[in-house]
């Protein structure tokens, strides 16, 4: 009964193949509509803020290694000035003689800023019972881009992280 029970384990076990080697994806964690029931397109705000939280300040602190969008490693440093964005301005005074002047302007992103979060994954598929199994390779987080007038840009990927040394 034994020798039976190992070899359907055995089976099991090899119809199990790669289906995709690498697959990238994002996936929201707040939620773009307050119309949506809160597990939709969201993580639980407590959850998400302890999980960014927990990501940002490893990376901050040195505790992880952090790339860049070529996987290129950053140093503590480098990973301090992410989401940091200096803009220079001619600003025009509203009164009189209605002078021009240059400001600088410093903004820097917060936690809450991140609503999305990038999976680099590699997808397994039993081929007898058509279940997938999913592993981890990276995980970037992400945030919303607007240019000084509040015009969406685009995702601003932070950086990569890559929880087994995978490149």
């Known amino acids: 009964m034994?020798?039976?029970f190992m070899l359907n384990s055995c089976t099991r076990l090899k119809?199990?193949?790669v289906l995709t080697q690498k697959i990238q994806y994002d996936v929201?964690?707040?939620s773009?509509?307050?119309n949506y029931n809160w597990w939709v397109q969201n993580v639980e705000r407590s959850r998400r803020e302890k999980?960014?939280?927990n990501l940002l300040e490893s990376a901050y602190a040195g505790k992880i290694k952090v790339f860049?969008?070529?996987n290129k490693p950053l140093s503590t440093e480098e990973v301090k000035s992410i989401g940091v964005d200096t803009t220079y301005?001619?600003?025009t005074?509203?009164?009189p003689p209605y002078a021009e002047f240059d400001t600088i302007i410093i903004s820097r992103f917060e936690f809450s800023d991140i609503t999305k979060i990038r999976f680099l994954e590699e997808w397994y598929i039993d081929e007898e019972s058509l279940v997938i199994d999913k592993k981890v390779i990276g995980i970037a987080p992400l945030v919303d881009k607007y240019d000084t007038n509040g015009f969406f840009l685009g995702l601003r990927l932070l950086f990569w992280i890559y929880p087994e040394g995978f490149k």
């Open 93 to 95: 005074r509203d009164y």
């Open 51 to 53: 999980y960014i939280s």
């Open 15 to 17: 119809s199990k193949t």
């Open 28 to 30: 929201s964690i707040k």
């Open 89 to 91: 301005r001619t600003l």
């Open 2 to 4: 034994f020798s039976i």
């Open 32 to 34: 773009p509509n307050p």
């Open 68 to 70: 860049d969008y070529f």
